[in-house]
Protein backbone atom coordinates (compact mmCIF):
# COMPACT_ATOMS: atom_id res chain seq x y z
CA UNK A 1 0.00 0.00 0.00
CA UNK A 2 1.25 3.30 -1.04
CA UNK A 3 0.97 6.27 0.86
CA UNK A 4 -1.56 6.71 3.79
CA UNK A 5 -5.14 6.20 2.58
CA UNK A 6 -8.28 8.39 2.78
CA UNK A 7 -9.72 8.07 5.98
CA UNK A 8 -13.59 6.83 4.87
CA UNK A 9 -15.85 8.60 7.59
CA UNK A 10 -18.79 6.24 8.72
CA UNK A 11 -22.39 7.68 9.15
CA UNK A 12 -24.86 5.37 11.62
CA UNK A 13 -28.75 4.96 10.71
CA UNK A 14 -30.49 6.75 13.14
CA UNK A 15 -33.99 5.59 13.85
CA UNK A 16 -35.84 9.38 15.33
CA UNK A 17 -38.81 6.59 16.87
CA UNK A 18 -37.70 6.81 20.70
CA UNK A 19 -40.80 9.63 21.63
CA UNK A 20 -44.45 9.85 21.94
CA UNK A 21 -46.37 11.14 18.91
CA UNK A 22 -50.04 11.40 18.23
CA UNK A 23 -50.16 8.70 15.73
CA UNK A 24 -48.41 6.19 18.11
CA UNK A 25 -50.42 7.00 21.04
CA UNK A 26 -53.53 6.11 18.02
CA UNK A 27 -52.02 3.14 16.54
CA UNK A 28 -50.80 1.34 19.52
CA UNK A 29 -51.89 3.20 22.49
CA UNK A 30 -50.72 5.89 24.78
CA UNK A 31 -46.82 6.30 25.51
CA UNK A 32 -45.71 3.44 22.63
CA UNK A 33 -42.22 4.09 21.01
CA UNK A 34 -40.12 1.50 20.11
CA UNK A 35 -38.91 1.50 23.56
CA UNK A 36 -41.91 -1.12 24.45
CA UNK A 37 -41.06 -4.03 22.05
CA UNK A 38 -37.51 -3.82 22.86
CA UNK A 39 -38.04 -4.08 26.66
CA UNK A 40 -41.07 -7.26 26.14
CA UNK A 41 -38.77 -9.16 23.49
CA UNK A 42 -38.78 -12.77 24.76
CA UNK A 43 -35.76 -15.60 24.08
CA UNK A 44 -36.86 -17.75 20.95
CA UNK A 45 -34.46 -20.20 21.73
CA UNK A 46 -31.41 -21.46 24.91
CA UNK A 47 -28.95 -18.89 24.97
CA UNK A 48 -31.15 -16.00 22.65
CA UNK A 49 -29.83 -12.68 23.94
CA UNK A 50 -33.04 -10.88 24.54
CA UNK A 51 -34.23 -9.04 25.97
CA UNK A 52 -31.81 -6.60 25.18
CA UNK A 53 -31.15 -3.17 28.20
CA UNK A 54 -29.84 -0.14 27.28
CA UNK A 55 -26.37 0.33 29.69
CA UNK A 56 -28.13 1.81 33.30
CA UNK A 57 -31.37 1.01 32.17
CA UNK A 58 -31.41 4.20 30.05
CA UNK A 59 -34.61 4.60 27.74
CA UNK A 60 -33.99 7.31 26.69
CA UNK A 61 -36.73 10.28 25.02
CA UNK A 62 -35.55 11.91 21.72
CA UNK A 63 -38.30 14.37 22.45
CA UNK A 64 -35.61 15.79 24.97
CA UNK A 65 -32.49 17.38 23.05
CA UNK A 66 -30.00 16.69 25.91
CA UNK A 67 -30.38 12.83 24.75
CA UNK A 68 -29.82 13.35 21.36
CA UNK A 69 -26.48 15.90 22.43
CA UNK A 70 -25.51 12.78 24.46
CA UNK A 71 -25.92 10.72 21.86
CA UNK A 72 -23.65 12.90 19.30
CA UNK A 73 -21.15 13.11 21.92
CA UNK A 74 -20.73 9.30 21.71
CA UNK A 75 -20.87 9.01 18.70
CA UNK A 76 -17.96 11.52 18.30
CA UNK A 77 -15.90 9.93 20.77
CA UNK A 78 -15.85 6.75 19.66
CA UNK A 79 -15.30 7.37 15.75
CA UNK A 80 -18.92 7.77 14.34
CA UNK A 81 -18.46 10.92 11.90
CA UNK A 82 -22.37 11.40 11.62
CA UNK A 83 -25.83 10.05 11.67
CA UNK A 84 -27.84 8.93 8.67
CA UNK A 85 -31.35 10.06 9.90
CA UNK A 86 -34.20 8.19 8.94
CA UNK A 87 -37.12 10.83 7.19
CA UNK A 88 -40.01 10.19 6.97
CA UNK A 89 -42.96 11.74 4.73
CA UNK A 90 -46.11 10.63 3.10
CA UNK A 91 -49.47 11.73 1.11
CA UNK A 92 -50.20 15.58 0.98
CA UNK A 93 -47.09 15.92 3.35
CA UNK A 94 -47.81 14.12 6.57
CA UNK A 95 -44.87 13.65 8.35
CA UNK A 96 -44.05 11.13 11.05
CA UNK A 97 -40.70 11.40 14.01
CA UNK A 98 -39.68 14.42 12.54
CA UNK A 99 -38.78 16.05 15.91
CA UNK A 100 -35.77 14.87 16.72
CA UNK A 101 -34.01 15.87 13.16
CA UNK A 102 -36.04 19.66 13.95
CA UNK A 103 -34.06 19.39 17.44
CA UNK A 104 -31.00 18.93 16.00
CA UNK A 105 -31.18 21.50 13.24
CA UNK A 106 -32.57 24.06 15.80
CA UNK A 107 -29.14 23.19 18.19
CA UNK A 108 -26.45 24.09 16.19
CA UNK A 109 -23.91 23.58 19.07
CA UNK A 110 -24.40 19.84 18.57
CA UNK A 111 -21.55 19.23 16.69
CA UNK A 112 -22.46 16.00 13.92
CA UNK A 113 -22.81 15.92 10.25
CA UNK A 114 -25.94 14.03 9.32
CA UNK A 115 -28.36 13.35 6.20
CA UNK A 116 -31.30 11.92 5.41
CA UNK A 117 -32.48 8.57 4.55
CA UNK A 118 -36.16 8.67 2.98
CA UNK A 119 -37.81 5.14 3.90
CA UNK A 120 -39.85 6.00 1.14
CA UNK A 121 -42.85 3.46 2.37
CA UNK A 122 -46.02 3.36 3.19
CA UNK A 123 -46.33 2.26 6.64
CA UNK A 124 -48.46 -0.85 7.35
CA UNK A 125 -49.84 -3.19 9.80
CA UNK A 126 -48.20 -6.85 10.29
CA UNK A 127 -51.27 -9.00 9.12
CA UNK A 128 -51.74 -6.34 5.94
CA UNK A 129 -51.40 -7.98 2.72
CA UNK A 130 -51.01 -3.94 0.98
CA UNK A 131 -47.04 -3.62 0.00
CA UNK A 132 -45.26 -1.32 2.34
CA UNK A 133 -43.59 -1.56 5.49
CA UNK A 134 -44.46 -3.40 8.27
CA UNK A 135 -44.72 -0.49 11.22
CA UNK A 136 -46.02 -2.12 14.19
CA UNK A 137 -45.30 -4.20 17.47
CA UNK A 138 -45.13 -8.16 17.12
CA UNK A 139 -48.21 -8.80 18.62
CA UNK A 140 -49.97 -6.64 15.90
CA UNK A 141 -50.80 -10.37 14.04
CA UNK A 142 -52.82 -11.03 16.70
CA UNK A 143 -55.24 -8.34 17.42
CA UNK A 144 -55.99 -7.40 13.84
CA UNK A 145 -57.23 -3.57 14.67
CA UNK A 146 -57.56 -0.37 13.06
CA UNK A 147 -56.95 0.82 9.46
CA UNK A 148 -54.41 -1.70 7.37
CA UNK A 149 -52.49 1.41 6.19
CA UNK A 150 -51.49 3.80 8.71
CA UNK A 151 -49.20 6.49 6.39
CA UNK A 152 -49.82 6.16 2.67
CA UNK A 153 -46.73 6.82 0.31
CA UNK A 154 -47.84 9.30 -2.46
CA UNK A 155 -45.23 11.57 -3.87
CA UNK A 156 -48.03 13.88 -4.98
CA UNK A 157 -47.40 16.56 -8.10
CA UNK A 158 -45.66 19.93 -8.33
CA UNK A 159 -47.00 21.77 -5.64
CA UNK A 160 -46.86 18.84 -2.77
CA UNK A 161 -42.14 18.61 -4.36
CA UNK A 162 -42.30 22.24 -3.85
CA UNK A 163 -43.37 21.54 -0.07
CA UNK A 164 -41.38 18.78 0.43
CA UNK A 165 -38.52 20.66 -0.66
CA UNK A 166 -38.79 23.56 1.02
CA UNK A 167 -39.04 21.29 4.36
CA UNK A 168 -35.76 20.20 3.46
CA UNK A 169 -33.86 22.78 2.11
CA UNK A 170 -33.75 24.16 5.83
CA UNK A 171 -31.49 20.90 6.26
CA UNK A 172 -29.74 21.20 3.44
CA UNK A 173 -28.24 24.54 4.43
CA UNK A 174 -27.08 23.59 7.69
CA UNK A 175 -23.48 23.28 7.80
CA UNK A 176 -23.66 20.04 9.70
CA UNK A 177 -25.72 18.75 6.30
CA UNK A 178 -23.51 16.33 4.65
CA UNK A 179 -21.98 17.15 1.00
CA UNK A 180 -20.55 15.46 -1.64
CA UNK A 181 -18.81 17.31 -4.11
CA UNK A 182 -20.35 20.44 -2.30
CA UNK A 183 -24.04 18.86 -2.70
CA UNK A 184 -26.02 17.82 0.46
CA UNK A 185 -26.52 14.16 0.04
CA UNK A 186 -29.73 12.59 0.21
CA UNK A 187 -30.99 8.91 -0.09
CA UNK A 188 -33.99 7.05 -1.35
CA UNK A 189 -34.07 3.54 0.38
CA UNK A 190 -37.05 2.00 -1.97
CA UNK A 191 -38.01 2.10 -5.67
CA UNK A 192 -41.79 3.09 -4.88
CA UNK A 193 -43.55 4.89 -8.50
CA UNK A 194 -40.21 5.39 -10.19
CA UNK A 195 -41.20 7.27 -12.67
CA UNK A 196 -42.88 10.07 -10.46
CA UNK A 197 -39.70 9.77 -7.73
CA UNK A 198 -37.56 10.47 -11.21
CA UNK A 199 -39.55 13.21 -11.83
CA UNK A 200 -39.57 14.86 -8.31
CA UNK A 201 -36.12 14.33 -8.04
CA UNK A 202 -35.29 16.42 -11.30
CA UNK A 203 -37.99 19.28 -10.51
CA UNK A 204 -35.58 19.05 -6.37
CA UNK A 205 -32.26 19.14 -7.76
CA UNK A 206 -33.15 22.54 -10.08
CA UNK A 207 -35.00 24.23 -7.22
CA UNK A 208 -31.70 23.59 -5.33
CA UNK A 209 -29.78 25.42 -8.13
CA UNK A 210 -32.42 27.98 -7.83
CA UNK A 211 -31.87 28.24 -4.36
CA UNK A 212 -28.06 28.78 -4.64
CA UNK A 213 -27.33 25.44 -3.71
CA UNK A 214 -25.23 22.91 -6.28
CA UNK A 215 -27.59 20.42 -6.54
CA UNK A 216 -28.09 17.31 -4.29
CA UNK A 217 -26.40 13.70 -4.28
CA UNK A 218 -29.10 11.36 -4.64
CA UNK A 219 -28.37 7.81 -3.57
CA UNK A 220 -30.36 4.83 -4.88
CA UNK A 221 -30.46 1.57 -2.57
CA UNK A 222 -28.46 -0.81 -5.05
CA UNK A 223 -30.60 -4.17 -3.48
CA UNK A 224 -33.50 -2.21 -5.13
CA UNK A 225 -32.83 -0.21 -7.64
CA UNK A 226 -29.44 -1.73 -9.28
CA UNK A 227 -29.80 -1.60 -13.10
CA UNK A 228 -33.06 0.47 -12.79
CA UNK A 229 -32.82 3.70 -11.43
CA UNK A 230 -29.21 5.16 -10.11
CA UNK A 231 -29.09 8.75 -10.19
CA UNK A 232 -25.78 9.74 -8.73
CA UNK A 233 -24.19 6.44 -6.52
CA UNK A 234 -25.81 3.14 -5.13
CA UNK A 235 -25.29 2.76 -1.50
CA UNK A 236 -26.13 -1.02 -0.19
CA UNK A 237 -27.85 -1.69 2.85
CA UNK A 238 -26.79 -4.47 5.31
CA UNK A 239 -26.49 -6.80 6.44
CA UNK A 240 -30.21 -6.94 4.22
CA UNK A 241 -28.23 -7.50 0.99
CA UNK A 242 -26.13 -9.89 1.99
CA UNK A 243 -28.47 -11.90 4.00
CA UNK A 244 -32.26 -12.50 3.51
CA UNK A 245 -32.11 -10.67 -0.09
CA UNK A 246 -29.34 -12.95 -1.03
CA UNK A 247 -31.13 -16.49 -0.40
CA UNK A 248 -31.47 -18.54 -3.89
CA UNK A 249 -34.33 -18.65 -6.24
CA UNK A 250 -35.08 -21.93 -5.59
CA UNK A 251 -35.84 -20.79 -1.89
CA UNK A 252 -37.96 -17.98 -2.91
CA UNK A 253 -39.90 -19.56 -4.95
CA UNK A 254 -40.73 -22.29 -3.06
CA UNK A 255 -42.04 -20.42 -0.16
CA UNK A 256 -43.72 -17.85 -2.02
CA UNK A 257 -45.13 -20.13 -4.70
CA UNK A 258 -45.87 -23.59 -3.20
CA UNK A 259 -45.61 -22.37 0.35
CA UNK A 260 -42.66 -24.53 0.86
CA UNK A 261 -40.19 -23.58 3.47
CA UNK A 262 -37.01 -24.86 2.50
CA UNK A 263 -35.34 -26.63 5.79
CA UNK A 264 -33.81 -24.38 8.55
CA UNK A 265 -31.92 -25.89 11.34
CA UNK A 266 -33.47 -22.64 13.19
CA UNK A 267 -35.90 -22.19 16.03
CA UNK A 268 -37.44 -18.71 14.57
CA UNK A 269 -38.20 -18.29 11.11
CA UNK A 270 -34.95 -17.35 9.64
CA UNK A 271 -31.40 -17.40 11.13
CA UNK A 272 -28.21 -16.58 9.47
CA UNK A 273 -24.25 -16.94 10.62
CA UNK A 274 -23.00 -13.64 11.56
CA UNK A 275 -19.30 -14.56 10.00
CA UNK A 276 -20.58 -16.05 6.81
CA UNK A 277 -22.73 -12.49 6.32
CA UNK A 278 -19.84 -10.61 7.05
CA UNK A 279 -17.29 -12.63 4.74
CA UNK A 280 -20.29 -11.69 1.71
CA UNK A 281 -20.36 -8.71 2.79
CA UNK A 282 -16.59 -7.91 2.05
CA UNK A 283 -16.61 -9.76 -0.93
CA UNK A 284 -19.23 -7.26 -2.58
CA UNK A 285 -17.29 -4.71 -0.77
CA UNK A 286 -14.25 -5.85 -2.78
CA UNK A 287 -15.76 -6.59 -6.10
CA UNK A 288 -18.03 -3.54 -5.94
CA UNK A 289 -16.14 -0.46 -5.30
CA UNK A 290 -17.96 2.15 -7.08
CA UNK A 291 -20.78 1.38 -4.45
CA UNK A 292 -21.05 3.28 -1.05
CA UNK A 293 -21.18 0.02 1.13
CA UNK A 294 -22.83 -1.01 4.06
CA UNK A 295 -21.89 -2.70 7.09
CA UNK A 296 -23.68 -3.28 10.60
CA UNK A 297 -23.07 -4.72 13.88
CA UNK A 298 -25.65 -7.08 14.82
CA UNK A 299 -28.92 -7.88 13.94
CA UNK A 300 -31.93 -9.51 15.82
CA UNK A 301 -35.22 -7.71 14.80
CA UNK A 302 -36.87 -10.35 17.43
CA UNK A 303 -38.52 -7.12 19.54
CA UNK A 304 -40.54 -6.67 16.23
CA UNK A 305 -41.80 -9.80 14.71
CA UNK A 306 -41.17 -12.44 17.42
CA UNK A 307 -41.16 -15.70 16.46
CA UNK A 308 -40.71 -14.61 12.57
CA UNK A 309 -37.72 -12.97 13.78
CA UNK A 310 -34.81 -12.42 11.20
CA UNK A 311 -31.80 -13.02 13.82
CA UNK A 312 -27.80 -13.40 12.90
CA UNK A 313 -26.81 -15.85 15.10
CA UNK A 314 -23.05 -15.38 16.98
CA UNK A 315 -22.11 -12.04 16.92
CA UNK A 316 -19.38 -10.77 19.03
CA UNK A 317 -16.99 -7.40 18.96
CA UNK A 318 -14.31 -10.02 18.39
CA UNK A 319 -15.79 -11.14 14.90
CA UNK A 320 -17.11 -8.13 14.83
CA UNK A 321 -13.51 -5.68 14.61
CA UNK A 322 -12.34 -8.75 12.90
CA UNK A 323 -14.30 -8.19 9.87
CA UNK A 324 -14.73 -4.42 9.79
CA UNK A 325 -11.66 -3.68 9.97
CA UNK A 326 -10.73 -5.79 6.12
CA UNK A 327 -13.65 -4.05 4.94
CA UNK A 328 -13.31 -0.37 6.32
CA UNK A 329 -9.23 -0.62 4.73
CA UNK A 330 -10.62 -1.48 2.00
CA UNK A 331 -12.98 0.99 1.70
CA UNK A 332 -9.66 3.85 2.74
CA UNK A 333 -7.82 2.15 -0.31
CA UNK A 334 -10.44 2.80 -2.67
CA UNK A 335 -11.37 6.36 -1.46
CA UNK A 336 -15.26 5.84 -0.55
CA UNK A 337 -16.49 8.87 1.15
CA UNK A 338 -18.21 7.18 3.92
CA UNK A 339 -19.88 3.65 5.18
CA UNK A 340 -23.57 3.23 5.47
CA UNK A 341 -23.56 1.87 8.93
CA UNK A 342 -26.86 -0.24 10.55
CA UNK A 343 -26.83 1.05 13.12
CA UNK A 344 -26.36 3.33 16.04
CA UNK A 345 -29.77 2.68 17.99
CA UNK A 346 -32.03 0.77 16.36
CA UNK A 347 -32.81 -1.44 19.43
CA UNK A 348 -35.89 -2.80 17.82
CA UNK A 349 -33.53 -4.69 15.17
CA UNK A 350 -30.85 -5.68 17.48
CA UNK A 351 -28.34 -3.81 15.51
CA UNK A 352 -27.23 -0.73 17.46
CA UNK A 353 -23.78 0.63 18.31
CA UNK A 354 -24.93 2.19 21.43
CA UNK A 355 -23.49 0.74 24.49
CA UNK A 356 -25.85 -1.71 26.64
CA UNK A 357 -25.76 -4.07 29.77
CA UNK A 358 -24.20 -7.06 28.30
CA UNK A 359 -21.47 -5.45 25.89
CA UNK A 360 -21.11 -1.52 27.27
CA UNK A 361 -19.03 0.55 24.53
CA UNK A 362 -17.31 -2.72 23.59
CA UNK A 363 -18.79 -2.33 20.09
CA UNK A 364 -17.68 1.37 19.95
CA UNK A 365 -14.51 0.99 21.07
CA UNK A 366 -14.10 -1.65 17.99
CA UNK A 367 -14.75 1.34 15.58
CA UNK A 368 -12.26 3.86 17.32
CA UNK A 369 -9.40 0.87 16.86
CA UNK A 370 -10.34 0.17 13.82
CA UNK A 371 -9.80 3.88 12.51
CA UNK A 372 -7.00 4.71 14.76
CA UNK A 373 -5.34 1.63 12.97
CA UNK A 374 -5.65 3.66 9.39
CA UNK A 375 -4.77 7.35 10.51
Known amino acids: MMGQPNKTKIFAAYLPQFHETEDNNRFWGKGFTDWDGVRNARPQYDGHDQPRVPLNGKYYDLSDVNDISEQALIAKKYGIDGFNI ?9 QELQLPAELLLQHKEINIEYFFTWDNNSWRRTWSSIKGNDWAPSNDDSRKQGPAVLCELDYGNEEQWEKHFQYLLQFFKDDRYYRIDGKPVFAFMTYQYAPVMKCMIRYWKRRAVENGINGIYILTN ?4 KGRFKEDKYFVYQPSYSAWSARSRWENRLERYLKIKPRYDAPVKYLYDYDDVWQKIISFSKNNTDVIQGAFVSYDDTPRRGKKALII ?6 LFEKNFSKMY ?3 CNNAQPFIFFTAWNEWGEGAYLEPDEKHGYSYLECIKRVKEKIC
Open 313 to 318: KGSSPE
Open 86 to 94: YHYWFKDGK
Open 329 to 331: IGC
Open 222 to 225: YEHM
